[in-house]
């Protein structure tokens, strides 16, 4: 009956002292930066109704969301995402709230995914979503808080790729593709697979031109003079604009002097439902998955009841602790400064102090001695505390610097600096 | 400079890739000696090599364990991973086909099919659901697919066909084409970015190389 008594299931993880330190140590930097720039933090319930996520804009795959049922046999989920929760939240609850509404979020999620890589089946999400507004400006705040977290959090190398799928879609209504094979020739883009590309568009009559862009789609990538190359040979107004919008948000950029950590890609297509403009991902050395990845939203909130333009990110912390670990970022780690060892007839005097020092803002343990003082040193060492309090009867305190392995003897007033 | 790692399939692909690598000046004279070595490398370009089983390969790249891999496109529709296909390498072609009893030729789409035989169930699933809007139970199996129908445990295989001599031999005809089949080369996502220039010289210098083959 107990099989599975001692195993954890698949995807999910205990996250110990160490690791458990370091992950709060960056949820704090990251929730910082949303601070800093105003984003305020909301929480949303890690249970949901299974309707929430299957709407016709975003549409988590059936079989890759946890569901159970609830009392009346209504299907709910654990969230597999907190954005669109946030868009649901703007369209009921902050119906009535003045626009641009700014969020910020950092919480767990629950995905079916292949697990390894730093994927996992619940892992923490940080993002921000800036509802209400269509601007470039806002395009470029929301990287620009990507690009500020991860330089925050230690990293030193890496890429944000920024892409307009606008300049896609323009391209195919101008190619005159059907919205079926609009989707085929996007996930074939994306893959870069020009093989696929070709065949079928070679099934639709165009212009030589327009023929060769959308052939060139899957290979522009890289340095921002592709946008320039670009202008010369885009006719129609849609794709047109998508330029103009991907060029400013990276002139904004360049203001805040991220220019560097830039790069482009025209081919870079995910769901073309639920993108609607800019959309980025972060690239990092070591790590074989984007680390974070965000855009532009506009058509979500809507199937909510509020027609409402977004754009916002997310970024695995998971994912993000593999990418500084790859990069041999030293961890934060959790300590104690001192262990305060007493023998039962000295309590009194044992607590005060701890409690003094703690005060102090100290980390302070406290170990009750049945044997001599030998055995509170072992656990200290054991636990890597440099420093043993030794509380003694009438009044004597001895203190063991445990690193330099010496013995001093202290009193009450110089332990406390009174 | 870090180094490249690229995945070959372990099999008929390895002396054609190892090839196209030397052809541009990639020295792979490590991976032909028989060493016992998992991973080999060519110091100078600083690249590492290892061989894994073809099925495999995708799988290395997708995760970043490998930045290149060479694979055919069979593997690459069987384990529908997410990656980038830069290059037809044109080699090691075929197609992946519905094949059967003559008698169903040109037959299929009256015909009811309930159990296909297939070494890729992912692929005849796919072809099945999405092709054919139809619900089919699939039978993997690991080898000689075309004893299924002889022998009665399925209808229909789905299965790689090259000269299908061995279809013909036991009375079977392809019913139908899902894809052709070659070799290509796939990138890891992020590598992409991360080391493009390295990255597209590789694929431009391959990509050279296979133009002036065919010429």
């Known amino acids: 009956m107990s099989k599975w008594k001692i195993y954890t299931p698949d995807g999910v993880q205990d996250i110990l002292f160490d690791e458990c330190y370091s992950k709060r140590e960056l949820e704090n930097k990251i929730r910082n930066t949303f601070r800093a720039y105003g984003y305020y933090e909301v929480e949303t319930p890690a249970i949901e109704f299974f309707d929430v996520f299957s709407s016709e804009v975003e549409h988590f795959p059936q079989e890759s969301m946890v569901k159970f049922f609830d009392q009346k046999g209504r299907i709910l989920v654990l969230r597999p995402d907190i954005t669109v929760p946030v868009a649901r939240v703007t369209a009921t609850k902050n119906r009535d709230v003045k626009l641009p509404i700014k969020y910020s979020y950092i919480g767990n999620v629950f995905r079916f995914n292949e697990v390894g890589g730093g994927r996992q089946n619940e892992f923490t999400q940080a993002g921000v979503e800036l509802l209400g507004d269509y601007s470039s400006e806002s395009d470029a705040e929301i990287i620009a808080i990507a690009i500020n977290i991860l330089k925050t959090a230690g990293l030193e190398s890496f890429q944000i790729d920024i892409g307009q799928v606008e300049f896609f879609k323009g391209l195919a209504e101008e190619a005159g593709f059907s919205n079926e094979d609009t989707v085929r020739i996007s996930k074939l883009i994306d893959r870069k697979d020009i093989v696929g590309l070709a065949e079928i568009a070679g099934g639709y009559e165009m212009e030589d031109e327009l023929r060769k862009l959308i052939l060139k789609l899957p290979g522009l990538f890289g340095s921002i003079e592709v946008i320039k190359d670009l202008k010369k040979v885009t006719k129609n107004s849609r794709s047109i604009a998508a330029l103009e919008n991907i060029e400013e948000v990276i002139g904004i950029l360049g203001d805040y002097g991220f220019s560097r950590y830039i790069s482009v890609d025209f081919g870079m297509l995910k769901g073309l439902n639920y993108d609607t403009g800019i959309i980025f991902r972060g690239f990092t050395y070591g790590v074989g998955f984007p680390i974070l990845s965000g855009g532009r939203y506009d058509n979500l909130t809507s199937s909510f009841g509020r027609d409402c333009p977004a754009t916002g990110f997310s970024l695995g912390i998971n994912m993000l602790m593999t990418a500084l670990e790859k990069a041999q970022m030293p961890l934060e780690k959790p300590n104690v400064d001192s262990l305060i060892c007493y023998k039962k007839a000295n309590r009194k005097n044992a607590i005060e102090i701890a409690e003094a020092l703690r005060k102090q803002a100290m980390n302070i343990e406290t170990f009750v001695l049945t044997d001599e003082i030998q055995q509170g040193i072992s656990y200290a060492v054991s636990k890597q505390i440099g420093g043993v309090i030794y509380i003694q009867d009438s009044g004597k305190i001895t203190v063991h610097d445990i690193v330099n392995n010496m013995t001093k003897e202290t009193s009450y007033n110089e332990l406390l600096n009174k | ?215």
Do not use: H, W
């Open chain 2, 1 to 215: 400079m870090r180094y490249l790692t690229i995945a070959l399939s372990k099999g008929r692909l390895t002396d054609m890739a190892m090839e196209l690598f030397e052809g541009i000046g990639i020295d792979c004279s490590e991976l032909k000696s028989s060493t016992r070595k998992l991973i080999l490398s060519d110091e100078k370009n600083k690249i590492k090599f290892f061989l894994a089983k073809p099925a495999d390969v995708p799988t290395y790249v997708e995760y970043g364990a490998a930045d290149i891999g060479i694979v055919g496109k069979d593997t690459i529709l069987e384990e529908g991973r997410n990656l980038y296909e830069v290059l037809d390498l044109g080699f090691a072609a075929c197609r992946m086909a519905l094949a059967g009893p003559a008698e169903l030729e040109g037959k299929i789409d009256e015909l009811n099919i309930k159990r296909v035989g297939t070494k890729y169930p992912n692929i005849a699933r796919n072809y099945f659901e999405k092709t054919r809007r139809e619900s089919v139970e699939i039978i993997k199996l690991n080898g000689s697919v075309e004893l299924a129908p002889l022998v009665g445990l399925a209808e229909v295989i789905v299965d790689l066909v090259e000269s299908g001599r061995t279809l013909k031999e036991n009375g079977l005809v392809v019913l139908d084409t899902i894809a052709d089949i070659s070799a290509r080369m796939i990138v890891n996502r992020v590598s992409m970015k991360m080391e493009n220039e390295r990255i597209q010289k590789i694929i431009n210098g391959i990509a050279d190389q296979l133009k002036s083959m065919k010429r």
